[in-house]
C-alpha cells in the first residue's frame, strides 16, 4: 500500500539530499557570495525536511490513508516526465564548474517545485496547505538567487573557478 506518509518520505529525502550536495558544494566552492548562498539554501533544506517530519503523523493518520499504489506511480511518472526527483543520479565528476553546477541545482529546485505542486492535492488541512506554500514560494526564492548567481558569474561579476565535488 502506497500511502501519503510516502510521499512525506520523498519530500524528506529530496530535502536532506539538497542539503548533503550544497553543504558538500559549500567545502569546494571558492567565492563568498556563492558560499553564502549554498549556505543559505542547506540550512532552508533542513528547515523544510524538518517541517515535513513535523507533519508525517498528522497528515499520514490511519483514518486518512488511502491506497495510492495504482494512481500514483503514473501520476508522478506523467507529472515528472523523466525527472528523477533526486541528486542521486546527478554524476557531479562530470561538473566542473560553479555555473554548470548551480544549472544543475536550479533543475533539483524546479522539479522539487513540482513534487510539492503534486503533494498539494492530497492536503485537506489548510494550515498544512498553507506550509507546503510556503515552502513552494522558499523553493522557487532559491531557483531565483540561483539565477542571480548564474548571471553574476555569466557577467563577470563573480569569478568562476573550477572544483571537483
Known sequence: MFTPNDLIDIAVKMEKNGQTIY???VEKVKDKKLTSLLQWMADEEAAHRDWFLERKDEWGSAS???DLETMLPDVIREMMG??????DEVDFSRIRSAS???ETFMEF????ILFYEFLQAFI?????LAGLEKIIQEEKNHVEKLEEMVQA????????????L
Open 82 to 87: 523523466n525527472k528523477t526527483l533526486s541528486l
Open 64 to 66: 486518512e490513508q488511502t
Open 109 to 112: 529546485e524546479n522539479d522539487t
Open 23 to 25: 553543504l558538500a558544494s
Open 100 to 102: 554548470a553546477l548551480l
Open 153 to 164: 558569474i555569466s557577467s563577470k561579476k563573480v569569478r568562476e573557478q573550477p572544483f571537483d
Open 124 to 128: 485537506q488541512d489548510p494550515r498544512t
